[in-house]
């Protein structure tokens, strides 16, 4: 009996880092973020959106999310013939989940603003629990 082979799934590509809770680590999970999508053969526009909200997201677990001696872990997920990202990152401070601030805070004051460029320039982000005690805010972007 002759039947088509069965098609597989295109592969989700991973990467999984653990970085420290500080603005270096911040950078760092930035610029792994972009060599790793780079490497991927991700297109450009897809890998700049990223880029911004990588940074914020780390930014946002390093000032926020940190506890002395533990660190925030950055992992994607893409899928290239979908076109489809997944950003994650996961920090130690499940007691402060993140939220947009009121569209009237003060436009100088110097915080406030990381999460609005996420909700711009993803598809979809969200904030789960990462059990004992931390959390993990999720960013899906695609390709358009």
């Not at 001696?69 to 993140?98: K, Y």
């Not at 460029?117 to 972007?141: E, Q």
Request: hydrophobic letters at 40%; one cysteine or more.
């Amino acid at each position: 009996m002759n039947q088509p082979a069965p098609q597989l799934a295109a592969p989700t590509l991973a990467f999984t880092q653990l970085l420290s809770s500080t603005r270096r680590g911040a950078r760092l999970a930035r610029l792994l973020a972009v060599t790793q999508l780079q490497s991927w053969g991700a297109g450009q526009d897809l890998t700049e959106r990223a880029e911004i909200v990588v940074a914020e997201l780390a930014a946002n677990a390093a000032l926020h999310g940190r506890l002395p001696g533990r660190c925030f872990r950055l992992t994607l997920a893409f899928n290239p013939l979908a076109g489809h990202l997944g950003v994650e990152v996961t920090d130690s401070r499940g007691d402060l989940l993140p939220h947009i601030p009121p569209m009237d805070t003060d436009p100088l004051h110097p915080c406030g603003r990381g999460l609005f460029l996420v909700a711009t320039l993803a598809d979809h982000w969200d904030c789960v629990p990462y059990p004992p005690s931390g959390k993990t805010v999720r960013a899906a972007l695609s390709t358009p």
